[in-house]
């Protein structure tokens, strides 16, 4: 194992304290329990944002901490849900007396402790709301979940939503608003390499010299099947076709594209996949009104790549377009 780290326990704290000293000027990190939020938290009168999740999808979700995306963010350790204690005090941090909106990716320890988290919450007289992001069309179930996974289709979500509670939609819109972008947005993911998480000190799963995981999750989960690597363009279509077919989209759609890098995957392949991935969407009568391409929401230093389509009208192309000032995502401001 290579990985410029101390040593493996010690991996979330540190890098918790390399994100304070980086980005002093947008957040502000607790370390007892590890909870990043915004420099300017709590925001009164706007609903807070919160989510989390296990470290190394990174910038996911400490990089989305913000004006005009999240409030708060719950690292867990590497593929581990945060607990129940962190969200619950990030969740205070982030409080301005609107209301709290917690997103959450469809993993079986996320959802409970979020949910545990909430009960906290409403014991403390705190209103609160969860939506949940479940866009893997890959498989049904997986290792980790009951039901489909939550992929790409979170960041885009932190995006929009974190654009409407800035704008001042209160909790029950934000959780519509929500439940509509969740409904209408579908990913799908390959892995051409394993990832290394510190503790176990080898890689997560085993691939041939010539072989590619075909739906792999970001926690290194198995995916749809198995098959020998192919060009650029047929990884494209591989994944495009199933994202495209399981809504469906219909022609004339406006879509936001997001073509993402899980890590150890350079920007210039990315761009490749997006080539494909336009011209697809083209042929199927779609016009691609946004895009987003690059490492947002990464599994270590897998090489791969995730495609992620979202249906979007006019509100939510003025909503991707507001001020976003984060330490991973920033534009209009």
């Given at each position: 194992m290579k990985k410029l780290i101390?040593?493996?326990?010690?991996?979330?704290?540190?890098?918790?304290?390399?994100i304070a000293l980086a980005h002093a000027d947008r957040v502000r990190v607790s370390l007892d329990p590890f909870y990043i939020v915004r420099k300017d938290a709590p925001v009164?009168?706007?609903?807070?944002?919160?989510?989390?999740?296990?470290?190394?999808?990174?910038?996911?979700?400490?990089?989305?901490?913000?004006?005009?995306m999240l409030?708060?963010?719950?690292?867990?350790?590497?593929?581990?849900?945060?607990?129940?204690?962190?969200?619950?005090?990030?969740?205070?941090?982030?409080?301005?007396g609107a209301g709290i909106l917690h997103i959450v990716k469809n993993y079986t320890g996320d959802v409970m402790n979020f949910d545990l988290?909430?009960?906290?919450?409403?014991?403390?007289k705190i209103d609160v709301a969860s939506v949940l992001t479940d866009d893997d069309v890959a498989v049904q179930d997986s290792l980790w979940t009951a039901g489909?996974?939550?992929?790409?289709?979170?960041?885009?979500?932190?995006?929009?939503?974190?654009?409407?509670?800035?704008?001042?939609?209160?909790?029950?819109?934000l959780k519509t608003l929500g439940d509509s972008i969740?409904?209408?947005?579908?990913?799908?993911?390959?892995?051409?390499?394993?990832?290394?998480?510190?503790?176990?000190?080898?890689?997560?799963?085993?691939?041939?010299?010539?072989?590619?995981?075909?739906?792999?999750g970001i926690h290194g989960e198995p995916g749809r099947k198995r098959v020998p690597i192919a060009p650029a363009d047929e990884i494209a279509e591989m994944l495009m076709e199933p994202v495209l077919s399981d809504l469906p989209f219909k022609h004339g759609?406006?879509?936001?594209?997001?073509?993402n890098g899980m890590g150890g995957t350079p920007l210039i392949e990315l761009y490749i996949i997006y080539r494909k991935a336009a011209e697809i969407a083209g042929k199927h009568g779609l016009k691609i009104v946004r895009n987003l391409v690059g490492s947002y929401i990464t599994s270590?230093?897998?090489?791969?790549?995730?495609?992620?389509?979202?249906?979007?009208?006019?509100?939510?192309?003025?909503?991707?377009?507001?001020?976003v000032n984060t330490p991973a995502l920033r534009w209009g401001v």
């Open positions: 101390n040593s493996p326990e010690n991996v979330v704290r540190e890098a918790l304290e390399g009164k009168g706007k609903v807070g944002l919160v989510s989390g999740g296990g470290s190394g999808h990174e910038p996911m979700h400490g990089g989305f901490v913000g004006l005009g409030d708060a963010a719950c690292p867990g350790h590497v593929f581990t849900s945060p607990t129940p204690d962190q969200m619950f005090e990030a969740s205070k941090a982030a409080n301005g988290a909430a009960d906290m919450l409403r014991e403390e489909r996974r939550g992929v790409g289709l979170t960041v885009l979500m932190e995006k929009l939503l974190g654009a409407a509670a800035e704008k001042g939609a209160d909790l029950a819109n969740r409904a209408t947005g579908r990913s799908m993911g390959l892995a051409l390499t394993s990832c290394t998480v510190p503790h176990a000190g080898k890689p997560s799963f085993e691939l041939g010299e010539n072989e590619m995981e075909l739906g792999i759609d406006n879509i936001i594209l997001f073509v270590l230093e897998m090489a791969g790549t995730s495609i992620t389509a979202l249906r979007a009208d006019d509100n939510l192309i003025s909503l991707w377009d507001a001020p």
